[in-house]
């Protein structure tokens, strides 16, 4: 894998600062932020789209910050996998910026809510590119700390106790995490006087600091992840959060850290990745696919399901590691396991959010997420009854979409390595995934009951409309995954 | 007597030991988050034992670069913790241990 020193292209180092930039200027501007989000989000956009092409037209590339050399300098690494997150990034923070400007629009009064999402939404934005551009420890532990400030805030921007709550679990999760990440980069610089990805590569040897350095990262990223069993905190905090902070934490944040884990366990930490760890990151994986679903079904409220769900298909991207990591990574089969997990982070990235902001809009035409009263949805807001329908089809992974797609790509790696066990796990994710994503939406299909229906406004267009196009994006995954497939290996990642 | 950088080295993790007893046992919620600083405060001393080099050289500077980086995220994070704490004093709330924090409905 040859590797160039880029630097004629500034893409990758402006899609971080741009959402940071205009953080700032969304601060100041306050309620006429929303010039803000029209010269933003195209920028991230094209931003994202240009990082892509460089990607697949150079291959990886390295950028040093201001011109130092690691091991002192800090650099940035650019390829197919840091352009296909930062492409998932940028589309749905789009979705989600149209979504949120008349979620919380505010009439004549400024509210908290209002003001406070537009900034934390950039700098999550900013923190999310900086994860996946990173290509030293050190400044991942910043940008994993960023990212994960944003999105408490985002957690608790309703203000009620509950969310407070919530945000307050979630800290002590993720702080516990972020700690053990820290104490691992540590003692990684203690061994082996190294925090850059590539020179720790090529120093790491297995001994007992690089083993327990190891151990602590993967037990905070694991925490970050909510991979069970260090999951508690992410369904209150995803079900309290507003309809447009869960479709970014369902969907993006807890991405940032299965990347990093991924990235540890491919590259950075590759050499001394052993098969008894790699096959518990997968059990766990499948641990957490079961637990999810199983707690999905018994859910009695739509967004708390959403949130399991979250749990269980988390748990499906793990499969990377037993098949794709550690001794596997030598195998035939471990580019299609690769793959698979990349495709089911984007995929479910956008049918996730897809179906969070559906179930927003539906929560603010029906007044209430309980199931019984979806009943009769799909007839009064046929849009998102329709967009949380193609979100479903990409969350059970039924042809054409990014889900099956995803799906198909890891049991066919796990059939070509004869792990059925492996097998096995993808679809009973999808059967599970059936049964409990069917329970609201056969509600929603229902004819609605007879008598005065309560008179509600009805959600604005822009909300349903947001929803439609994230989900139409997880289908169209499927249908046409030749450029984003060609994009994620021409980088010459994996 | 040891050297400087190896007792460093063993009183940052006893600090980071204490810390996170608070962290994980603590009763109330400051207690916590005292707990978590603590623990942060070893690492970062240990973090500077890592630092020390032979006399001609000096120390290395790349520790101290990242103690002081890491001594703002905690701050942050303390900061963001101890609001959320605030906040939930001010609407009544009992916000002592994590068990009266109040739950969702399931």
Known sequence: M?????????????????????????????????????????????????????????????????????????????????????????????????????????????????????????????????????????????????????????????????????????????????????????????????????????????????????????????????????????????????????????????????????????????????GGLMTALGLLGAAAVLYGSIAALRQPRLKLIIAYSTIAQLGLMFLAFPLAAGPAAAQPWSEAAWSGAAFQAMAHGLAKAAAFLAAGAILVQVGSDDLAALRGVARRMPISAFAFGLATVSLVGLPPSGGFLAKYLLVSAAAEAGAWGWAAVPLAAGLLSAAYLLRPLGQMILEPEAGPQPTRSPAPFRLQAAALVLALCAILLGVAPLEVYRTLHAGGGG | MTEAPA???????????????????????????????????????????????????????????????????ALSATALALAFAVRLAAMGQRADTLETLPEDDR
Request: charged share 10%; net charge positive; with cysteine.
């Open chain 1, 2 to 274: 040859t590797a160039s020193i880029a630097t004629v292209t500034p893409w990758p180092v402006l899609t971080i600062l741009v959402p940071l930039v205009a953080a700032l200027a969304a601060v100041v501007l306050g309620r006429r932020g929303t010039v803000v989000d029209f010269v933003a989000i195209p920028a991230g956009l094209v931003l994202a789209l240009l990082t892509a092409i460089q990607a697949r037209g150079q291959g990886p590339s390295f950028y040093r910050l201001g011109g130092w050399e690691a091991p002192l300098g800090v650099q940035l690494r650019v390829d197919g996998l840091a352009a296909a997150f930062l492409g998932l990034t940028a589309i749905v923070a789009a979705a989600v910026a149209a979504y949120a400007a008349a979620y919380f629009r505010q009439p004549r009064a400024e509210t908290r809510i209002g003001y406070v999402f537009r900034p934390l939404f950039l700098l999550l934005w900013g923190g999310l590119n900086a994860v996946f551009l990173a290509g030293d420890l050190f400044n991942l532990y910043v940008a994993l700390e960023l990212v994960t400030l944003c999105a408490i805030g985002l957690v608790a921007l309703g203000g009620e106790a509950r969310a407070i709550a919530a945000a307050l679990r979630y800290m002590l999760f993720a702080l516990a995490g972020s700690f053990a990440f820290l104490t691992g980069a540590v003692l990684l610089y203690g061994a082996h006087g190294v925090l850059d990805a590539r020179l720790t590569a090529a120093a790491v040897q297995p001994q007992a600091a690089t083993w327990a350095a190891g151990a602590l990262m993967t037990v905070g990223l694991i925490a970050k992840t909510a991979l069970f069993p260090l999951h508690a905190w992410l369904p209150p905090a995803h079900a309290r959060a507003p309809a447009p902070a869960s479709a970014l934490l369902s969907a993006l944040v807890v991405k940032a850290s299965f990347y990093t884990l991924l990235r540890l366990w491919t590259e950075v930490l590759g050499p001394i990745g052993t």
């Open chain 2, 7 to 73: 007792l460093f080295g063993l009183l940052g993790s006893a600090l980071v030991a204490l810390g996170l007893y608070g962290l994980a046992a603590a009763p109330t919620l400051i207690r916590r988050i005292v707990g978590f600083n603590v623990a942060g405060s070893g690492l970062f001393v240990i973090l500077g034992a890592l630092g020390a080099r032979d006399a001609a050289a000096g120390p290395d500077p790349v520790p101290q670069a990242l103690i002081i980086t890491g001594v703002v995220v």
